[in-house]
């Protein structure tokens, strides 16, 4: 009988270590990477509006050196405030799981306009109007498929919504069946049950760290353009230290722990 009491606190102990390690690592994703103000922040603190404005405005121009046209038909198109209010939207629009739809009828009149301005000028007469619609079109598609990435991005949105509320869910179980596990074993064999758990937490947390280092080599991570792995590599390097924080505050813990029970029973030991 005392055997299978064993058995089962082990077994507890074992469940109770699976949940508070799930329950801590979708925690981190909930605090990360599924919270719309964190990622907001991370876009801010890397320039990302600034390098998109940069890099649209470079790609206009390129295409205009092949066009004949002259540069001031882009000047004025947009600004950078006008970026960040977009991106903003679309990422408000991503994380709710809404449309993500960019209206460009803003830019399609400025730049007409600005190219009826510029022929005027220079007196010069279009005999093929098709061609100035078309020139208009690709320079309305470089600027949203430089805000929206790919279709595969806004494909994403509905999806991300739903992963982000099952991951809700989820977590909200996890804290429950923690906390109830944690009083149950507590009421059944009449000892603190967290030493273990904790332990075994922390030490499986070391191993993603480790894992995460040897296999992603973070500082080369390339995805569609330099500003936009900024942000993906920002990401990571904060899921790291969040990981790294825990396992040292777990430790430290268990550390503080443990001398508390050696200077109690030091304490019970001279009073005896």
């Not at 077994?11 to 990622?39: D, H, P």
């Not at 002259?70 to 000047?75: A, F, K, L, P, S």
């Not at 030490?203 to 900024?230: A, P």
């Not at 590599?233 to 722990?257: A, H, P, R, S």
Request: no cysteine; aromatic share 14%.
């Amino acid at each position: 009988m005392k055997n299978k009491k064993i058995l089962l606190y082990y077994l507890l102990e074992f469940i109770l270590t699976i949940l508070i390690f799930s329950t801590t690592i979708l925690l981190i994703f909930k605090l990360t990477v599924l919270n719309i103000n964190y990622f907001k922040e991370k876009l801010e603190s890397k320039n990302y509006y600034h390098e998109l404005y940069l890099d649209i405005n470079n790609d206009f121009n390129n295409y205009i050196m092949q066009s004949g046209f002259g540069e001031e038909i882009v000047d004025s198109l947009f600004i950078e405030d006008d970026i960040k209010i977009i991106i903003n939207n679309i990422v408000d629009n991503f994380y709710q799981g809404k449309s993500i739809e960019i209206n460009t009828d803003n830019i399609k009149q400025r730049l007409e306009n600005n190219i009826n301005k510029y022929l005027e000028s220079y007196n010069i007469k279009i005999d093929n109007k098709d061609d100035v619609t078309l020139f208009v079109e690709e320079i309305i598609n470089i600027y949203k498929n430089r805000i929206v990435l790919n279709d595969d991005f806004i494909k994403l949105s509905s999806n991300f919504y739903k992963v982000t509320a099952i991951v809700n869910k989820i977590l909200t179980y996890l804290i429950i069946l923690d906390i109830v596990l944690f009083i149950a074993v507590k009421l059944l064999f009449k000892k603190i049950t967290l030493t273990i758990p904790i332990l075994s937490t922390v030490l499986l947390l070391v191993l993603v760290y480790f894992l995460i280092l040897d296999k992603i080599n973070i500082q080369y991570i390339i995805f569609w353009n330099s500003y936009v792995s900024n942000v993906i590599k920002v990401i990571f390097f904060d899921l790291l230290n969040i990981i790294k924080y825990i396992i040292i505050i777990g430790f430290t813990l268990e550390i503080i722990k443990l001398i508390l029970i050696y200077l109690k029973n030091l304490k019970s030991s001279k009073t005896n």
